[in-house]
């Protein structure tokens, strides 16, 4: 089956720092990429879609100048959380689209984030 | 816009015994309506979806869903419980302007021996 992959699988930042985070889809070809973001004991909330060339498109009240993406091939998405908080501590998930047609959506194992 | 509902926080079924974790659906237009299941401090796996067709899904490891458009529901079941089945579980549908999925809020599926 499809495969996405996230790194890193945890990570510890200072307050002020920046932290990169990658999605890559390992064995298919992904037009569009999703991030989400997850709370502890919450659902999933779509932070933005990111299309292959193209700027992502970022869902009401997500600041795209702290939470950049950038999808520069179509195996690989990154989310840059800049200038991190307390507050943007949380679990982040990324999926992966093929485009194929496929309706499904193929999710990444996820990447805890803690800003100290 | 496209929205589901999980009615249950949790739900709790002895092992051996159906489990059934509630959802509803409200779009316009046919849906398109997925199942997920999480384990802990781990991403989403996919269980199955309903895009058109047999009302009966059937999925990932025994999991099967009933699409019922006059309950507007998308309930998923299995026959046979297992302690294994023990996750958090998402009910989600295609956002009418794209690709991205709405989650329902989850449902905690505790099983127990």
């Known amino acids: 089956g499809a495969v996405v992959s996230q790194h890193p699988s945890r990570v510890i930042c200072k307050s002020g720092t920046s932290v990169k985070i990658e999605c890559r889809s390992l064995d298919f070809q992904a037009t569009t990429m999703f991030w989400y973001r997850q709370f502890p004991k919450q659902s999933l909330m779509l932070m933005a879609t990111?299309?292959?060339?193209?700027?992502?498109?970022?869902e009401q009240g997500v600041e795209k100048d702290k939470f950049l993406i950038n999808h520069a091939s179509l195996t690989l998405s990154t989310l840059t959380v800049t200038s991190a908080h307390p507050e943007d501590s949380s679990f982040y998930i990324c999926?992966?689209?093929?485009?194929?047609?496929?309706?499904?959506?193929?999710f990444g194992p996820g990447t805890r984030l803690t800003v100290t | 816009a496209q929205s589901v509902a999980q009615p249950e926080d949790q739900v709790n079924v002895a092992e051996g015994n159906p489990l059934t974790v509630k959802c509803t659906y409200s779009v316009s237009g046919n849906p398109y309506l997925f199942w997920y299941v999480q384990y802990p401090n781990r991403g989403l796996q996919f269980l199955l979806k309903y895009i058109t067709g047999d009302n009966l899904v059937k999925g990932s490891y025994g999991f099967e869903a009933e699409f019922n458009k006059s309950q507007t529901s998308f309930h998923l079941k299995k026959p046979s419980a297992l302690v294994s089945d023990s996750a958090l579980y998402f009910c989600?549908?295609?956002?009418?302007?794209?690709?991205?999925?709405?989650f329902g809020k989850g449902t905690s599926l505790l099983v127990t021996p």
């Open positions: 989600a549908v295609r956002d009418s302007a794209g690709y991205a999925l709405n």
């Open positions: 990111s299309n292959e060339g193209s700027k992502a498109t970022y």
């Open positions: 999926s992966a689209l093929p485009g194929t047609g496929d309706y499904e959506q193929y």
